[in-house]
């Protein structure tokens, strides 16, 4: 029987759950209580219970220079964007257009096994990340905590309580910002289940035309993308 962790609505916000994406003022102190509250429940009555929000690490990849002092029109930056296939399991997201990847932490994310993550509260939830990212992606490297690629770190709670799918899922929403150029970077990372998704690194310019129909995307990357988290929208 597969199970999920969640924790209980009602342990955050007052049950209230902010629409949208938040920042988080104390990231450490939010994980480590995401992490207390939480425990492992059989999937199929997690995704029928809206009492509890099953915890989704949720990572958007980066390519190029995105520090402040770059050009905000840098031809080398870019981001990955996925398009859910079919015969992905969760049919309420088939075909929409993602800018993250993730997914549902479960029992072998409780304990040493898999790539040794950053130590501190969040990282129960980077253990869990990190093998969705393996099992997603083609990777150049087997650890969060090894060159080239750097940890992911938090920048935010999504959350879409106006979906049946949203209900039952709050996001952890994570940046990974590849250290190459958007050429190198199409090379180097791709798709692994290719039969559940499509896509890969794109340009700002190519971003900017898709996400001139918000709507072709789910819900938490156009959280993410108006809340201005991944830089400017489209240049």
Same mark, same amino acid.
């Given at each position: 029987?597969?199970? /999920?962790?969640?924790?209980?609505?009602?342990?955050?916000?007052?049950?209230?759950?902010?629409?949208? %994406?938040?920042?988080?003022?104390?990231?450490?102190?939010?994980?480590?209580?995401?992490?207390?509250?939480?425990?492992?429940?059989?999937?199929?009555?997690?995704?029928?219970? $809206?009492?509890?929000?099953?915890?989704?690490?949720? %990572?958007?990849?980066? %390519?190029?220079?995105?520090?402040?002092?770059?050009?905000?029109?840098?031809?080398?930056?870019?981001?990955?964007?996925?398009?859910?296939?079919?015969?992905?399991? #969760?049919?309420?997201?088939? #075909?929409?257009?993602?800018?993250?990847?993730?997914?549902?932490?479960?029992?072998?994310?409780?304990?040493?096994?898999?790539?040794?993550?950053? @130590?501190?509260?969040?990282?129960?939830?980077?253990?869990?990340?990190?093998? #969705?990212?393996?099992? #997603?992606?083609?990777?150049?490297?087997?650890? /969060?905590?090894?060159?080239?690629?750097?940890? $992911?770190?938090?920048?935010?709670?999504?959350?879409?309580?106006?979906?049946?799918?949203?209900? !039952?899922?709050?996001?952890?929403?994570? %940046?990974?910002?590849?250290?190459? $150029?958007? $050429?190198?970077?199409?090379?180097?990372?791709?798709?692994?289940?290719?039969?559940?998704?499509?896509?890969?690194?794109?340009?700002?310019?190519?971003?900017?035309?898709?996400?001139?129909?918000?709507?072709?995307? @789910?819900?938490?990357?156009?959280?993410?993308?108006?809340? @201005? !988290? /991944?830089?400017?929208?489209?240049?």
């Amino acid at each position: 029987m597969e199970r /999920v962790f969640v924790v209980d609505r009602e342990a955050f916000f007052g049950g209230d759950w902010p629409q949208g %994406c938040v920042r988080l003022d104390d990231t450490d102190a939010f994980l480590a209580a995401a992490r207390a509250h939480g425990r492992f429940v059989p999937r199929d009555q997690a995704e029928q219970t $809206p009492a509890w929000k099953q915890w989704i690490p949720y %990572c958007m990849l980066r %390519c190029g220079d995105w520090s402040d002092a770059a050009d905000d029109g840098a031809p080398d930056r870019g981001l990955f964007l996925v398009q859910r296939t079919k015969k992905q399991r #969760e049919a309420r997201l088939h #075909e929409s257009w993602s800018i993250g990847l993730g997914g549902h932490i479960e029992p072998m994310d409780d304990g040493p096994g898999g790539p040794a993550p950053p @130590e501190g509260a969040g990282a129960f939830f980077i253990r869990a990340l990190w093998r #969705e990212l393996t099992e #997603e992606l083609r990777l150049p490297t087997t650890g /969060v905590d090894s060159a080239p690629l750097p940890p $992911p770190r938090l920048v935010g709670l999504i959350n879409d309580d106006s979906t049946p799918v949203g209900k !039952v899922h709050a996001g952890l929403a994570y %940046c990974l910002d590849v250290p190459w $150029p958007l $050429p190198r970077a199409r090379e180097t990372v791709g798709i692994r289940e290719i039969s559940k998704m499509r896509g890969g690194f794109t340009s700002l310019v190519e971003f900017a035309k898709l996400w001139q129909t918000p709507s072709r995307f @789910e819900s938490w990357s156009q959280f993410l993308i108006q809340a @201005e !988290v /991944v830089g400017a929208k489209g240049g």
